[in-house]
């Protein structure tokens, strides 16, 4: 069975009091000033920013990961995760003609993959963040220990495929995930047939 999770993005642009806020809390470069937010998306479901846009100064961190993972901390207001450093995964970082540093991080609970939960943060050539994009969920508090088989779980999927499309001679890939249920992540088997 494929459930298809929908979200509209809500856009809102910070008030002056919020960006001063955001501004006292020590998130400041001395050369360039302080980080200026101009616009967040908020998925109305997740509670967690989709998108924010502005000029974001890094506070601290010689690397981009570093970088990215240290705004993400000091927004948990935004971004719902309590440790970044420990929820995101870098998977890959890429530069375009244009000089930007584009790093996609995925989102983990106690080493288990969040399905559909990634961010992507960009950089400017001069190695300001302008964009995080991209859905994570508030840090689950669930335990990651199967009460369902993983063979029990491909069985059900075999089946359900067998219900719809006929039985066919088939490879899968079973792999144990944190499924963010409508904003209640549940422990679930991801078997690709």
């Not at 066919?168 to 079973?174: L, N």
Request: aromatic letters at 6%.
């Amino acid at each position: 069975m494929r459930r298809v999770i929908g979200a509209a993005l809500v856009l809102a642009t910070l008030t002056a009091a919020t960006l001063s806020a955001a501004s006292r809390g020590g998130n400041l470069n001395a050369s360039s000033g302080p980080i200026v937010i101009d616009r967040v998306a908020i998925d109305p479901v997740r509670k967690t920013a989709e998108t924010v846009v502005g000029r974001i100064v890094p506070p601290t961190g010689p690397r981009r990961e570093l970088q990215a993972l240290d705004f993400v901390a000091s927004r948990p207001d935004l971004f719902g995760l309590r440790d970044p450093r420990g929820e995101l995964r870098l998977l890959r970082e890429e530069s375009d003609r244009f000089g930007q540093h584009h790093l996609r991080f995925d989102q983990l609970h106690e080493g288990l993959r969040i399905w559909g939960c990634q961010k992507v943060v960009h950089f400017t050539p001069q190695d300001e963040i302008y964009m995080i994009a991209g859905q994570t969920i508030a840090t689950p508090s669930i335990a990651i220990s199967p009460t369902v088989p993983s063979n029990a779980a491909e069985i059900t999927a075999f089946d359900a495929a067998a219900e719809a499309i006929g039985l066919y001679a088939v490879r899968s890939e079973t792999e144990l995930l944190v499924f963010p249920d409508e904003g209640l992540p549940k422990l679930a088997w991801l078997v690709t047939i």
